[in-house]
T-cell receptor, first 112, second 113 residues
Framework: DQQVKQNSPSLSVQEGRISILNCDYT??????FLWYKKYPAEGPTFLIS?????DKNEDGRFTVFLNKSAKHLSLHIVPSQPGDSAVYFC???????????FGTGTSLTVIP | ETGVTQTPRHLVMGMTNKKSLKCEQH?????MYWYKQSAKKPLELMFV???????ENNSVPSRFSPECPNSSHLFLHLHTLQPEDSALYLC????????????FGSGTRLTVV
């Protein structure tokens, strides 16, 4: 059973607009969440994280929001740039270990 | 060299071949992982090594055999694979503590013919 879900396989956004990528999880024990970005022919690279004691974490153009009651997190990119075009994975882990569970990814295309 | 290095980048092998994937990390991390990425599927955890000891084996077929000779090196030995094993194999490392994410290598694109 998939514990982390990204229900939108793809998203297209105009340059300069906001990109919103969504992620849902089922395990209430998850307390640490990451977003990774992956370009073709490269491994995923860490983008931004949030722990369950916060509901928002911001880093430049990237903001992650966490709604624990809904078991939902989202990544906002504003303004979106063509270089942001990539596959974005969300991942979650529980306090019991350092194993992360990944979603299937959302392919973002930012149109110039 | 820094980060996590995987070799080879691409591999084509027949179903009767034996090959090995190599991963090396230069970050001083004490945990290493093998993940499999297939199209339209989540990243699947295959094996976890903490302090060189295997701690997870997520029902991976025996045709995949990991080896961790030290905390910096991780191998995945492959034999008699099936075409459905074709995928991107990613190695990652981390420091074993809460709040530590992974650093991934670039992956090995494996094609089984």
């Amino acid at each position: 059973d998939q514990q982390v879900k990204q229900n939108s396989p793809s998203l297209s956004v105009q340059e300069g607009r906001i990109s919103i990528l969504n992620c849902d999880y089922t395990n209430s024990m998850f307390d640490y969440f990451l977003w990774y970005k992956k370009y073709p022919a490269e491994g995923p690279t860490f983008l931004i994280s949030i722990s369950s004691i916060k509901d928002k974490n911001e880093d430049g153009r990237f903001t992650v929001f966490l709604n624990k009651s809904a078991k939902h997190l989202s990544l906002h990119i504003v303004p979106s740039q063509p270089g942001d075009s990539a596959v974005y994975f969300c991942a979650a882990s529980a306090e019991s270990g350092n194993q992360f569970y990944f979603g299937t990814g959302t392919s973002l295309t930012v149109i110039p | 060299e820094t980060g996590v290095t995987q070799t080879p980048r691409h591999l084509v092998m027949g179903m009767t071949n034996k090959k090995s994937l190599k991963c090396e990390q230069h970050l001083g991390h004490n945990a290493m992982y093998w993940y499999k990425q297939s199209a339209k599927k989540p990243l699947e955890l295959m094996f976890v090594y903490n302090f060189k000891e295997q701690t997870e084996n997520n029902s991976v077929p025996s045709r995949f055999s990991p080896e961790c000779p030290n905390s910096s090196h991780l191998f995945l030995h492959l034999h008699t694979l099936q075409p459905e094993d074709s995928a991107l194999y990613l190695c990652a490392s981390s420091q074993v503590r809460q709040g530590s994410g992974y650093t991934f290598g670039s992956g090995t694109r494996l094609t089984v013919v």
